[in-house]
């Protein structure tokens, strides 16, 4: 099944150790977003890569970057993980070949910074 | 801006019964989509039921179904027979396109979390 696929699922850093979260997908989408989602709130959008442009949110920290070598692959780096970027991160993608707007979602990865 | 409000931050139903989540939006805009997103605690976020907005009949998805009304910018979910696998928070989303088109922001609701009862 075609589908986003998030490595890994859950990581533990220390403070202010970098961290790069994976994503792919075989879904052949040209859009590629990256969400941060806290206990009990909706995710909110970092960033997102259309084909090979990037786009940053206004509010994303300087803290957060990415990268997209290709279709299939995202990353998210965090420069400086601090406590409150713990969080779930949530890869998403999309294509207007699809017909519609919806965005399809990978399981996350859950950061615990210690 | 396109803003989407849900106002129950929780809700609760008994198993088989039938539940209505509410949500409304702002938008200037006479075309567009809106979604009901559903993050059950495994955390993925599906796609339950889609609306478009030109279309005058409701959507529909098995037990799945939503109260589109456009004039007054609402859009809420019934989830009929509901079941155990239904528990999950809820999220009501519209999405946002980027100058240029091609890509879009999901603008989300602050979700409703359902609870099931047995």
């Known amino acids: 099944d075609a589908m986003v696929i998030q490595n890994p699922r859950y990581q533990v850093t220390q403070f202010g150790k970098p961290v790069t979260l994976s994503c792919s997908q075989t879904?052949?989408?040209?859009?590629m977003y990256w969400y941060q989602q806290k206990s009990s709130q909706a995710p909110k959008l970092l960033f997102h890569?259309?084909?090979?442009?990037?786009?940053n949110e206004a509010d994303t920290p300087d803290n957060f970057q990415s990268r997209r070598p290709n279709t299939s692959f995202c990353f998210l780096d965090i420069r400086s993980p601090g406590l409150g970027d713990a969080a779930m991160y949530l890869c998403?993608?999309?294509?207007?070949?699809?017909?519609?707007?919806?965005?399809?979602f990978g399981p996350g990865t859950r950061l615990t910074v210690t | 801006a396109q803003t989407v409000t849900q106002s129950q931050p929780e809700m609760s139903v008994q198993e088989a019964e039938t539940v209505t989540l509410s949500c409304t939006y702002d938008?200037?805009?006479?075309?567009?989509?809106l979604f009901w997103y559903k993050q059950p605690p495994s955390r993925q976020m599906i796609l339950v039921i889609r609306q478009e907005a030109y279309k005058q009949q409701n959507a529909t998805e098995n037990r799945f179904s939503v109260n589109f009304q456009k004039a007054a910018k609402s859009f809420s979910l019934k989830i009929s027979d509901s079941q155990l696998g239904d528990a999950a928070m809820y999220f009501c989303?519209?999405?946002?396109?980027?100058?240029?088109?091609?890509?879009?922001?999901?603008?989300f609701g602050k979700g409703t979390k359902l609870s099931v009862i047995p």
């Open positions: 879904l052949n989408h040209n859009v």
């Open positions: 989303a519209y999405p946002n396109a980027y100058s240029g088109a091609g890509s879009y922001q999901l603008t």
């Open positions: 890569y259309y084909d090979k442009d990037f786009n």
């Open positions: 938008t200037s805009e006479s075309d567009y989509y």
């Open positions: 998403a993608t999309s294509s207007l070949l699809t017909g519609s707007y919806e965005q399809y």
